[in-house]
Structure formats: C-alpha cells, structure tokens
C-alpha cells in the first residue's frame, strides 16, 4: 500500500468433514486451498456464501481450522479501529459509520464460534480430526454490512470497495494458526496463495472490477452477475461503480485494465500502467496473472494493492497518481506473488516494491520522476525523520522487524517500512553487484512465487557465497536499527 508522506504530515502536523487426500508441496508448488464464493451486493450490504476446500498442511491430525473476519474491525465497539485518528477526517466522509461481519452458518463441521482478540476469528471444528496431508470442505454463508468510509472494505463517495470481504484461512505456521489483528498502521493481512472461484451479482447500473478473469457475465433484469477465475493468488477483491469509463490495452500478454472517472489523463495513465508491467514483467519475470486491473476509488491512503487488482485514490491527479499506480503494480511481484508476513516484516515488500518504482522511473526518463529524485527524496525523508525524534525523544527506534503494532505512528511506519526499506535494497545492490543483484531478484521472484519468504530467503537469493554473505550483513545492519542513513 502507497501512503504517501504529504499526506501524513498534514494529518500529523455437523457431519464428518469430507476428506481428500493431498500433500504439501514447497513454494508454488504445493496443493492449494480452494474457495468458492457466490456474493450478492445491494444497498449496502453483501450476502454470500463460500464453500472452503481446506488442505491440512499442518503436519499433524487437525482438530479445528481457523479464519480470519477483517469485515469485523468495521464494526462499532472494535478493539482496533481500521482507521487511525489521522486519517479519520478524509475516510469518514460523512461522519462515523460502522459496519461489521456476520456469520450466520457453518457446514461441514462439528461446531463454530465467532472469537480472537477482537471478534476477529471464526474457529471451525471438526467432528473428528482431519488427518495430516488430508483435506475438510467447510462451507460458510456470511452477510457484510458496509460503513460508509473510503477505506478498503465499504461504501466510499463514488464506489463500493470490497477488500478482505469474505473469511480468509489463517497461515499455519511453527505450530499454529497465525490471528491477524487489524492495526490501522499498516496492511495487517497474511495469507496463503490459492485458487478462486467467485460468482458475483450487482445492480446492472455497476461497472465491476475484479481480481481475476471474468469468464462469464449474464444480464438478468436489473441485475448483472460475473463469474470469475483466479489461480494461485493470496486474495480477491471487488470494487464497483456507477460512473466508471473503462480504458485497457495489452502488455505481454496481459489484459491491463483502468477504471477511472476524475482522471483527465487517463489513456497516459492506462501506457503508464501497462509499461510498469512491462517493465516488472521483464525485469523480474512473467506477470502471474491473465488480468490486471487498476481502479480509481475513494480510499484515505494513496493506494492498495491486491492480486490483479489495484485501488487508487480518487484524491490523487498527475504524477502522483501515476506513481502511486506504479508502486501497486510492483506489489503484483513483491505481495501477490511473492507473499511475506507484512505484520511483521513489511519493508520485504513495501520497500522493495518502492525500490522497484524507483527503478521504473530511471529507466523511464520524461515520466516525471527519476531514480535519484525518488531515492535522494526517501533519504532525506527518513534522515529527516530521525532527526526530528532525537531532538524530541533523544533517538528514534529504527528497527524494522517489528509488528505493526509496535509503530508510533504512520509517520514513522512509512520512514521505516517504505524510505528505510528502500534505503536496504540499494545499499544490497552496492554490496552483491549489478549483474548479482538483478538476477539475485529473479531467483527470488521464482522461488517463491506462490509462496511466503522471509528476509533469509531474500539473502539466500543472490549467488554466490560472499554475496550472500553480504546480503546477510546488509539486512542485518538495517534491520537492526541504525540511527540515519
């Protein structure tokens, strides 16, 4: 997600489950959990149903399967609101508004219950304990109520934002299942790559944008339904509007959308678009998917990304659209991709994705940024930054593995995550060398695409072993904290 620093500084200044057999295969190569999804939007609120093939990949018997509820962090009375104070003004358009997600049924298990720190999990148990290397269908009918707020999950000015709007599977890792809490710093969102299938039906008055290929859309009366495939993809999101023009071309390969309607630019900014995924295409290898749509919506930040699908704030004009476009067609590489756990470790995909921007533009002269403006700005940014908080607070906590919790302010997430964040991989590309650099992007782009990688598995990408000696003490020396760059 782009958020951008002006912004910031104005704000701050049953029965059995059903059993398959399966196993865990390694990154992009293992078998995939399933979803199936039939969603309805009117009014408001989004009735749907998913039916979840769920692979146990947890080495042992299972007796539950967790989920995670992101609609509930909307709800009034949440422990972690999904907006932070600075950022309410511009996302509660019309004053406080809440929403929330509804279970109203859970087949295919033995019980349920709506739990976690902040009503933010839904525990699923099974009559009897799925078997390692087996699979449980578990089919979940849920109703989310929208708040009006330009944010990712609800009702903004001139659109409907449908991010994170249906139970997601939590992460099994060292043990157990990994609870996402909804911090308003950050993207608080860790999930597993698998495959989709979404029906989806609106009032026909709606142009529609989704993750994944729409195979089909049938015109019913004053209804329109889509149906949609995606492969290999960590989430699928939806957002609609009645005012959309929609522009697209080709880029290797790739059906590039743009919906847009406050964009005076906007066959510039769809060649923009298309050549960043030329670009990322080339440079780290083949976009993963067959469509790739970036949408104009109302959102409080700069933008978010999600697999083949990009929200762009309706707030931005001119370079600063085209860059923040830029930045979330990088995360089709550095998140949708190659998945990370951005509670913990978000520089590995906010600052690389930044740092990928920065090399779009230096090969792109005449696009109104260069690699050094953008870079040099970062620099100053953060040295800035630390300044600031040693003549406030005697110092500033520079450590970057951190959980998003854990972060002062949004102020001090962006200078780490994103300009600190930067600062590392250029500093990896002086230690390992151009060529080693490069390629060492590639190898990481391959590997683990599909799958989750942590800062090691970036280290160990680069050939060589003095180079990855010195990609180890690189991140190393950042992560740990230094007081300015």
Not at 138 to 162: D, K, M, P, W
Request: proline content about 2%; hydrophobic content about 40%.
């Amino acid at each position: 997600m782009r958020k951008w620093l002006c912004f910031l500084l104005a704000a701050l200044f049953l029965p059995l489950p059903v059993l398959f057999s399966g196993c865990a295969g390694q990154a992009g190569a293992r078998v995939r959990d399933e979803y199936v999804i039939e969603a309805a939007y009117e009014d408001g609120t989004l009735t749907a149903a998913q039916e979840v093939l769920w692979h146990n990949r947890t080495g042992a018997d299972a007796g539950y399967v967790l989920f995670n509820l992101y609609g509930n962090a909307y709800r009034e009375g949440a422990k972690y609101a999904p907006v932070s104070r600075s950022f309410s003004a511009s996302a509660y358009y019309a004053g406080r508004s809440y929403g929330n997600m509804e279970i109203t049924s859970v087949s295919g298990v033995a019980g349920w219950e709506v739990c976690g720190e902040d009503e933010n999990i839904l525990r699923a148990e099974f009559s009897e304990p799925v078997p390692a290397g087996e699979s449980a269908r578990i089919r979940i009918e849920f109703t989310l109520t929208l708040a009006g707020v330009n944010h990712r999950t609800g009702i903004a000015r001139r659109s409907v934002n449908l991010g994170n709007f249906y139970p997601v599977l939590c992460v099994y890792e060292e043990g157990a299942f990994a609870e996402c809490v909804y911090d308003s710093c950050g993207d608080p969102f860790y999930s597993e790559c698998a495959d989709y299938s979404v029906t989806f039906t609106a009032g026909a008055q709606y142009a529609v944008a989704a993750s994944g290929e729409c195979v089909s859309a049938t015109l019913s009366g004053a209804k329109k339904t889509y149906e949609y495939a995606l492969e290999n993809a960590r989430d699928f999101a939806i957002v609609l509007g009645e005012d959309y023009t929609v522009l697209q071309t080709n880029a290797c390969g790739v059906n590039v959308m743009y919906y847009h309607y406050a964009d005076e630019s906007a066959a510039a900014t769809l060649q923009l678009i298309a050549d960043a995924v030329t670009y990322f295409n080339d440079t780290f290898g083949k976009f993963p998917y067959k469509t790739y749509s970036a949408v104009q919506t109302g959102f409080c930040y700069g933008g978010m990304e999600y697999p083949a699908l990009a929200m762009l704030s309706d707030s931005l004009s001119g370079e600063e659209l085209g860059y923040t476009a830029v930045h979330e067609t990088a995360h089709q590489w550095w998140y949708a991709a190659v998945g990370s756990d951005q509670r913990t470790y978000a520089w590995l995909d906010e600052g690389l994705a930044e740092y990928s921007s920065a090399l779009f533009y230096g090969a792109h002269e005449g696009r109104g940024y260069t690699f050094s403006s953008l870079f040099e700005g970062a620099r100053a940014a953060y040295n800035a930054f630390c300044s600031v908080q040693k003549q406030l607070f005697g110092g500033a906590d520079t450590s970057m593995n951190r959980r998003l919790g854990e972060y002062s302010s949004e102020l001090e997430y962006v200078n780490i995550a994103y300009h600190k964040g930067m600062m590392l991989f250029d500093s990896l590309r002086a230690a390992v060398g151009e060529k080693r650099f490069f390629a060492g992007l590639k190898n990481y782009y391959a590997n683990f695409s599909g799958g989750i990688a942590r800062p090691e598995h970036l280290a160990a990408s680069f050939s060589g072993r003095a180079a990855k000696k010195a990609a180890q003490s690189v991140i190393r020396a950042y992560t740990a904290g230094e007081p300015s760059l």
